[in-house]
């Protein structure tokens, strides 16, 4: 019997890992950069108290802080990149530790830094953003003053900026918990393979066209967050306590006020979208049903709801393969676009297969001075995996096109608009993959997919906000944050979102435990927003001309130049308004009703 395992990290050929020179050439090259951040920072008290006294003080020290916050990027990027690579590896999680000191410790020296700039009399202020030798710190200067309300006193700040540290314990404990000590055991698959299970692996063992590998898959997997559900309710639970306490003492109304304030969007968006999903959840019941009937089931369980309904065409792309696909599909975006991703991704932007200790999942990690990193756990069999790969690399040409065309404080985009440029490239796939096939089993299985993909994107995010709302609600009130109360209200929603005909297994209420993305508080409703965004925008380019072309790429080459919304805005779409989420969620209606027509007749 064959036996699958997952090399380790000295295992896996050069050629499939990516190259972090462009950062750093070596270790020891980045301590060089370590040793001269660390012998600059006390400079600087030499701009403390003179920050309002002149023109000339205030820019050089936004240019020393800038300067500062560029090279801290920098390594901060390059340890964190050595210790996704390896997660068990000690010589990068100790590169990580001593870089997150002496963060905090930079943290900690410029404190007065924002206060200070808040404490200039307005009027005067007035002259400094319209004084020609700030000009390129002008939005940097309103942006600051817009936290007036929301920034404490010097020493108050340096009391929070000691905090940093320890603030990340909670997030550092769960990540080593799930991705290095948990340990999930050997599954066979349909083929009679011994796989073994992991975070990486989980989701292929989900696919599998043999129910009951996919049912041992769920059970196992979970069976370890069973074991340890009291460790991750508390990790979960010290993140939300730790949102909470920030946004009370910054005087926010509530965290998700706090989380929301940077991108300047109203709470309006965020409640909006709840509504508008709610109400079209009875479409996403039907596609359950659809399911359950297409596959003749008794019961539809959530293992029951990752394979392909037609999960007989067999899935099998070299990475080279998955390259030349995606690049076709990007064609749309122009030759200077797709030369640029065509190189990186042909190159060693990415870090492209699974090894032992590797961090789950995929990321795409941008720097101003490095290339646009890309990690990925790729593997052939999965469809997925290729969307995926599209996926990251619409973050990384929104990082490149962003450094090459903005100053270091304004290339670095929002993550609002981040999840505009990467689900924006899934639907060029899409489109791509639909109209270069004639086979109805084909397209029909592309239909699936892109189903598939809207609910995971915009009806299970949704999902995942409004958990994280109602527990932070629940953490601010005084209500307990238990084993027990995260399970009632995360059973409360799948019972809302999956439906009355939907069978739901005990064990899925811990899967509000597994969720990385919950310990940064209130991200994952943008990629709800980022994929309604999507949709429209990538409607507007393949349907128009060289303009709206160029306006897509306007905004991905834009930074931070303007708030998210009105970024959206210049590139064609308003997601101050309810409507782009109502036409995603009607577009998946519709294309619930083509599938089951397509099914019917195949």
């Known amino acids: 019997m064959a036996i699958i395992k997952i090399p380790s990290r000295s295992e896996v050929p050069e050629g499939d890992c990516w190259d972090l020179t462009s950062l750093y050439p070596n270790v020891e090259a980045w301590e060089a950069d370590f040793k001269l951040l660390d012998s600059r920072i006390a400079r600087y008290e030499e701009f403390r108290g003179k920050l309002g006294t002149s023109v000339a003080i205030l820019k050089e020290c936004l240019d020393f802080d800038r300067d500062i916050e560029r090279l801290s990027e920098r390594l901060g990027t390059y340890a964190f990149l050595k210790t996704a690579e390896d997660q068990a590896n000690q010589a990068s999680q100790a590169l990580v530790a001593r870089y997150q000191n002496l963060s905090v410790r930079t943290n900690q020296i410029a404190s007065y830094f924002r206060p200070e700039i808040l404490a200039i009399p307005a009027a005067t202020m007035e002259q400094y953003l319209n004084a020609p030798k700030l000009s390129e710190y002008r939005l940097v200067l309103q942006r600051i003053t817009r936290y007036r309300d929301h920034t404490l006193s010097d020493n108050e700040e340096n009391l929070l900026a000691m905090q940093g540290e320890m603030a990340q314990t909670a997030g550092k404990a769960f990540r080593q918990l799930c991705d290095a000590d948990l340990k999930f055991g050997m599954v066979e698959n349909e083929k009679g393979q011994q796989i073994e299970l992991s975070n990486a692996t989980f989701t292929q063992l989900l696919i599998s066209p043999a129910r009951e590998v996919r049912k041992k898959a769920f059970e196992q997997y979970y069976e370890q967050f069973s074991a340890h559900e009291n460790t991750l309710a508390a990790t ?78 067999e899935q099998d792309r070299s990475w080279d393969e998955a390259v030349e696909t995606v690049m076709e599909s990007l064609k749309p975006l122009g030759q200077p676009y797709c030369s640029v991703l065509e190189k990186g991704l042909n190159g060693r932007w990415c870090d492209r297969y699974p090894n032992k200790g590797k961090q789950s999942g995929a990321f795409s990690c941008g720097s101003f001075d490095g290339d646009p990193y890309i990690m990925m756990n790729y593997k052939p069999q999965v469809l997925n995996d ?179 919304l009105d970024l959206l805005r210049g590139a064609g779409v308003d997601m101050s308004q309810p409507e782009p989420v109502d036409t995603a969620l009607s577009y998946f209606s519709e294309l619930v009703q083509q599938l089951d027509e397509l099914l019917e007749s195949i």
Do not use: W
Request: charged share 20%; proline share 4%; net charge neutral.
């Open 386 to 564: 290729l969307f995926t790969l599209t996926h990251e690399a619409g973050h990384s040409m929104h990082s490149y096109l962003s450094a090459k065309n903005q100053p270091f404080q304004y290339y670095n985009y929002t993550i609002f608009v981040a999840e505009v440029a990467s689900t924006f490239n899934e639907q060029l796939l899409t489109h791509h993959l639909l109209n270069t096939t004639n086979d109805p089993r084909f397209k029909a299985y592309l239909l699936n997919h892109e189903i598939d993909s809207i609910r995971a994107t915009i009806v299970r995010q949704t999902m995942f906000a409004e958990f994280e709302k109602k527990t932070h609600e629940m953490a601010e009130s005084g209500q307990p944050l238990t084993v027990e109360t995260f399970k009632q209200v995360y059973r409360g929603l799948l019972n809302d979102y999956f439906g009355p005909n939907f069978c739901i297994d005990e064990a899925l209420s811990l899967e509000c435990f597994r969720i990385p993305h919950f310990y940064r508080g209130f991200y994952v409703y943008k990629y709800a927003t980022g994929l309604s965004a999507a949709i429209a925008l990538s409607r507007r380019v393949l349907g128009g001309s060289v303009q709206e072309r160029d306006q897509y790429l306007n905004f991905l080459s834009s930074g931070c130049r303007q708030d998210p």
């Open 236 to 313: 979960l639970a010290g993140s939300i306590h730790t949102d909470a306490y920030y946004a009370k003492a910054r005087r926010y109304p509530s965290s998700l006020a706090a989380a929301l304030f940077p991108d300047n969007v109203p709470q309006t968006v965020y409640d909006n979208l709840i509504a508008a999903v709610r109400s079209n959840l009875p479409a996403v019941h039907n596609y359950f049903d659809l399911r359950k009937k297409f596959m003749k089931l008794d019961e539809i369980h959530h293992y029951d709801t990752y394979v392909p309904l037609l999960s007989d065409l």
